[in-house]
């Protein structure tokens, strides 16, 4: 790699090029990223190749006549080799088209277009609360290392990271729903509602999703931001006779951010993937849901397509954070 | 030994009640055929019955004690947890000593492939292969032991990168000794305590990950007692205020809270002692 790394400089400097080395780093980071996606997207359409035998004859049963299984491959296109129909599905779902579902017949694009939105909706819902939270959480406790309030904070996240989402799902339904009567328990918002309604009725799946993912972000943070009060230079700052606020806000967050930045992006992707357990809960009518469903029903285009987009959004978010982190970290902004 | 029992003398009060609590765990998941009052899955009353003496937390829907498939529940729920860790534990161990110990072209190779199993998500890759494959033990532990040995692999590689530079490695490379042979008498013996920390953080992981799955339907299947099950086979429960539902969750949260308490203790301990060193 540094090789290559090497060789590239060269090659730009003897054309006089004055390439800052961050857009070098930068598109090798796109160019990985989108190997990744390449091989994430070969292994959930082989993934299909692991079952012994056929998955004709698997998912229509013992009982299903040679014409409807030789049929049903037809249709599924397993009579073509293997990289032709590869080749086939990515086509067809960079258009957009993503198939038909085994057990409905329907278009998996038609089933999933809705559901997509609400699964960012709420995702989306579940952000603005968290990274908030998290972040004032994370510096307080860094600040104040070793206080009651830090140990405090630090035994209710433990609590919350060690706890599975249906936990804390059913403990805010049992409280926030049903006793006190403030939120609905069961989310099936529809096209119908107003942006308020929507909001109101995604509330609880919300909160969950905000408990599960504010323990980590906030623990990141707070690890970030005394990695950085313990430095040298901080160190110095004070020594040097700078008053705290001043400190904290010329020295200490200005290299706080690229961890923080980075910090944020990788949760987002946590939480978008946490929404699947959070929908089931409480009927929320997003990809989760769906997944699972066709999981159970065995319905392979459809969960090949949902997994399809959640692992996207996964990467492209993790892709998101390492760049951002490139671009926020002043040493490979500024070389010397 | 004695160190340990020097060290478990000053430990603070909640590494104590996590030991106590795991210790608790597994005295209950060993000794549940004697202090459960009823069998796993042997329907004993009418459905959902209050708590009282003779159901001590109540029936669930199939009129199947809930006390004794909660004590029950600690066999399964954590007794395959065990399995899975300790599988994903080997796997990522054994390939991540080599790949340390060797460097190179193998190096290379293995953690690319490690990196790009990183980057997808467990869950949605999990529910993927058991969509294909059906819902059974066997795939659920199999397929968790490949995603979830990713970070083990990380950590042994790291460790066995840092000890093989190490002279009393190269004494030994220069008298002819084996790969293995160094693995298992050089590396192994100086990398126990990073490993173990380790194996305890991946059990709270693949612990919490089996839950979830036997939760969605798609894990432990019935009639097994497995506390993420029961949680969804008496969730209706819930809408009418009973808590009854919530207490294998709680039960789930209580270890890992339990183990986690351990870990940060054992990893405190370790940092000050090299500290002092």
Redesign the interface.
């Known amino acids: 790699m540094s090789r290559m790394k090497r060789h590239w400089r060269l090659l730009l400097r003897r054309r006089n090029f004055k390439v800052n080395p961050i857009i070098i780093v930068i598109l090798q980071r796109l160019g990985l990223g989108l190997l990744?996606m390449f091989?994430?997207s070969l292994?959930?359409f082989f993934?299909?190749e692991?079952?012994p035998g056929d998955?004709a004859q698997?998912i229509l049963g013992q009982a299903a006549t040679e014409e409807t299984v030789a049929a049903f491959r037809q249709k599924l296109g397993l009579d073509k080799p293997p990289i032709l129909r590869y080749t086939y599905w990515l086509r067809a779902a960079l258009k957009g088209d993503l198939g038909e579902s085994l057990a409905s017949g329907r278009q998996v694009s038609q089933l999933i277009s809705g559901r997509v939105a609400n699964t960012f909706f709420l995702a989306g819902i579940s952000a603005i609360l968290a990274v908030p939270l998290s972040l004032f959480l994370g510096i307080i406790t860094a600040l104040y290392r070793d206080s009651l309030f830090d140990r405090f904070i630090n035994v209710i996240m433990?609590?919350a990271?060690?706890?599975?989402?249906?936990?804390i799902a059913?403990?805010l339904?049992?409280y926030l729903a049903?006793?006190a009567g403030l939120f609905p328990?069961l989310s099936n918002i529809d096209p119908s509602m107003s942006l308020g309604e929507k909001i109101y009725y995604s509330f609880l799946p919300a909160l969950t999703l905000t408990m599960a993912v504010v323990a980590y972000m906030m623990r990141m943070t707070r690890v970030a931001i005394i990695d950085i009060l313990d430095s040298s230079y901080i160190e110095m700052a004070y020594l040097k006779g700078i008053k705290r606020y001043r400190v904290i806000i010329k020295h200490a967050f200005v290299n706080a951010l690229a961890p923080i930045i980075n910090v944020v992006a990788l949760n987002l992707?946590y939480l978008v993937?946490g929404v699947?357990?959070s929908e089931?809960i409480f009927g929320f009518p997003g990809l989760g849901q769906l997944?699972?469903d066709?999981?159970?029903k065995?319905?392979?285009t459809v969960?090949?397509a949902a997994?399809l987009i959640?692992?996207a959004t996964?990467?492209l978010l993790?892709l998101i954070a390492d760049i951002l982190s490139i671009i926020t970290n002043p040493r490979l902004l500024y070389p010397r | 030994m004695f160190q340990t029992i020097k060290l478990l003398k000053r430990a603070p009060l909640p590494p104590l009640f996590g030991l106590v609590v795991i210790l608790a765990y597994l005295l209950v998941a060993l000794s549940a055929p004697i202090i459960s009052p009823f069998g796993e899955s042997e329907i004993v009353g009418s459905e959902y019955e209050p708590w009282g003496n003779q159901f001590l937390l109540g029936t669930d829907a199939l009129g199947r004690d809930m006390a004794s498939r909660l004590i029950y529940g600690a066999r399964n729920s954590v007794g395959i947890a065990i399995v899975t860790t300790t599988l994903t534990f080997l796997l990522g161990a054994i390939i991540g000593l080599l790949a340390g110990a060797l460097g190179g072209w193998v190096d290379q190779i293995l953690s690319r492939i490690i990196d790009i199993l990183m980057s997808i998500p467990p869950l949605i890759f999990a529910l993927l292969i058991l969509a294909i494959l059906g819902t059974s033990i066997t795939t659920l532990i199999l397929t968790i032991a490949v995603l979830y040995c990713t970070r083990v692999y990380r950590i042994a590689r790291a460790v066995a990168a840092n000890i093989v530079v190490m002279d009393y490695c190269e004494v030994a490379k220069l008298r002819g000794e084996g790969i293995w042979w160094i693995i298992l008498h050089e590396i192994l013996p100086n990398s126990t305590a990073p490993l173990v920390v380790e194996f305890g953080l991946r059990f709270c992981f693949v612990f919490l990950f089996i839950s979830s799955l036997s939760f969605l339907g798609l894990g432990i299947q019935p009639p097994a007692a497995d506390w993420g099950s029961m949680v969804r086979e008496n969730a209706s429960l819930i809408t009418f205020g009973d808590i009854t539902p919530i207490l294998p969750a709680g039960a789930i949260a209580l270890l890992a809270v339990a183990i986690n308490l351990v870990i940060d203790w054992i990893s405190a301990v370790r940092s000050t002692k090299n500290r002092i060193a």
Do not use: G
Request: hydrophobic residues 60%; proline residues 2%; contains cysteine.
């Open positions: 990744t091989v994430v292994l959930i993934a299909v692991l079952l998955i698997e433990l609590t990271i060690s706890s599975p989402q249906f936990f059913y403990i339904i049992v049903v006793k328990s992707a993937v699947v357990i089931v997944l699972i066709s999981v159970s065995r319905d392979i969960v090949q997994c959640f692992a996964y990467i993790n």
